[in-house]
T-cell receptor, first 114, second 117 residues
Framework: AQSVTQLGSHVSVSEGALVLLRCNYS??????LFWYVQYPNQGLQLLLK??????LVKGINGFEAEFKKSETSFHLTKPSAHMSDAAEYFC????????????FGTGTRLLVSP | GAVVSQHPSRVICKSGTSVKIECRSL??????MFWYRQFPKQSLMLMAT?????????EQGVEKDKFLINHASLTLSTLTVTSAHPEDSSFYIC?????????????FGQGTRLTVV
């Protein structure tokens, strides 16, 4: 069975600073990996996803993530935080044999201070 | 991108009544729809998976008779919370997978905040 671990329920950064949100997964088969963002009282918006191919994935709003199989990680980064990046971020995994259900991590709330 | 519309966005109901939440794929056909529940400050927990024209598959611990799911067409799935109680108050989110081979993304609705009083 798959599982996702997000280290840190809260991450605080200053505006302009590097954003690093950590995600580790476990899966018995090669996974599909996703990062979603959720603003208060809203659904989830896909930031980026890894399926196959290039392990460095670029997404929307300047975010990117790198799939590291040896470390079973898929950390999300952004070089320079904006105030508008403050939100809840979820890492998720699914099996790559067809689109199976998503298993979500517990989420990380990103706080951005001026 | 594909759009999933969820309605209503907020609903308040009395204990003992039933509430229906709709999830529509507006510009694509959805072979599979997923229903999630999110408790305050927690992650999303999958409740059930529904495929058009067949019965939903419920996750362990989810009462199928309480959370009725219907996926009658390729663009509409409904979740009915029957005989709602205050402990059913939560944020419910649907997602839909686009029909077509090789599609790896599910699109999410904006969620429904259910409050049972």
């Amino acid at each position: 069975a798959q599982s996702v671990t997000q280290l840190g329920s809260h991450v605080s950064v200053s505006e302009g600073a590097l954003v690093l949100l950590r995600c580790n997964y476990s899966s018995s088969v090669p996974p599909y990996l996703f990062w979603y963002v959720q603003y208060p009282n809203q659904g989830l918006q896909l930031l980026l996803k890894y399926t196959t191919g290039a392990t460095l994935v670029k997404g929307i709003n300047g975010f990117e993530a790198e799939f590291k199989k040896s470390e079973t990680s898929f950390h999300l980064t952004k070089p320079s935080a904006h105030m508008s990046d403050a939100a809840e971020y979820f890492c998720a995994v699914s099996l790559n044999t067809g689109f199976q259900k998503l298993v979500f991590g517990t989420g990380t709330r990103l706080l951005v201070s001026p | 991108g594909a759009v999933v519309s969820q309605h209503p966005s907020r609903v308040i109901c009395k204990s003992g009544t039933s509430v229906k939440i709709e999830c529509r794929s507006l510009d694509f056909q959805a072979t599979t729809m997923f229903w999630y529940r999110q408790f305050p400050k927690q992650s999303l927990m999958l409740m059930a998976t529904s495929n058009e024209g067949s019965k939903a598959t419920y996750e362990q611990g989810v009462e199928k008779d309480k959370f009725l799911i219907n996926h009658a067409s390729l663009t509409l799935s409904t979740l009915t919370v029957t005989s709602a109680h205050p402990e059913d108050s939560s944020f419910y989110i649907c997602s839909a997978r686009q029909r077509g081979g090789g599609n790896t993304e599910a699109f999410f609705g904006q969620g429904t905040r259910l409050t049972v009083v």
